[in-house]
T-cell receptor, first 113, second 113 residues
Framework: QQQVKQSPQSLIVQKGGISIINCAYE??????FPWYQQFPGKGPALLIA?????SEKKEGRFTISFNKSAKQFSLHIMDSQPGDSATYFC????????????FGQGTELSVKP | DAMVIQNPRYQVTQFGKPVTLSCSQT?????MYWYQQKSSQAPKLLFH???????NEADTPDNFQSRRPNTSFCFLDIRSPGLGDAAMYLC????????????FGPGTRLTVT
């Protein structure tokens, strides 16, 4: 019930294409869904986050789509660039557990020039 | 710049030899977290401090301990490192409990020989 399942494990996209990463969860008590971007040898950095009262959030080329009834959320990277090549983690947390993040397994994105 | 700093960035220790990793933050955040991240895996929460209140994850081995002498500093002590403890150790901070962004440090890469 505490798991967050992420797919695909790896993704190769051409420059300018759309990258889509999907996550699913079971626990309806989760109330915060962030996406983190991690480059090799660096710590994760928050990319974008959404709360369950919103179905979509967009920041620049990055969009989260959230489907509360299906308990799924996804990250869309529009006009993908080689500089976007990194590992992406979705996560979920619930306020009554002190904001503890439950991470998905990660997706290694490679954007080819 | 306000940030999360981890020292050292790379640490080599011998099997069974105690080691301490340090984290400091200039964000004045109440919550500090320690994560373990193994290659190609998601970060795994070991424990966190809410102010001085220590919260251990149920599956964190007793071999791992932590200290938070003041708001700015937090230490991870590994009492008897095994080969399986080789990993990246990430420190993160959050303004407060709940659905707030976690700011990660660059990590300490621990090698056990």
């Amino acid at each position: 019930q505490q798991q967050v399942k992420q797919s695909p494990q790896s993704l190769i996209v051409q420059k300018g294409g759309i990258s889509i990463i999907n996550c699913a969860y079971e626990n309806t008590a989760f109330d915060y869904f962030p996406w983190y971007q991690q480059f090799p040898g660096k710590g994760p950095a928050l990319l974008i986050a959404i709360r369950p009262d919103v179905s979509e959030k967009k920041e620049g080329r990055f969009t989260i789509s959230f489907n509360k009834s299906a308990k799924q959320f996804s990250l869309h990277i529009m006009d993908s660039q080689p500089g976007d090549s990194a590992t992406y983690f979705c996560a979920a947390s619930m306020t009554n557990q002190g904001g503890k993040l439950i991470f998905g397994q990660g997706t290694e994105l490679s954007v080819k020039p | 710049d306000a940030m999360v700093i981890q020292n050292p960035r790379y640490q080599v220790t011998q099997f069974g030899k105690p080691v301490t990793l340090s984290c400091s933050q200039t964000l004045n955040h109440n919550v500090m977290y320690w994560y373990q991240q193994k290659s190609s895996q998601a970060p795994k929460l070991l424990f966190h401090y809410y102010d001085k209140d220590f919260n251990n994850e149920a599956d964190t081995p007793d071999n791992f301990q932590s200290r938070r002498p003041n708001t700015s500093f937090c230490f991870l002590d590994i009492r008897s490192p095994g080969l399986g403890d080789a990993a990246m150790y990430l420190c993160a901070t959050s303004r407060d409990k709940g659905p707030y962004e976690q700011y990660f440090g660059p990590g300490t890469r621990l090698t056990v020989t």
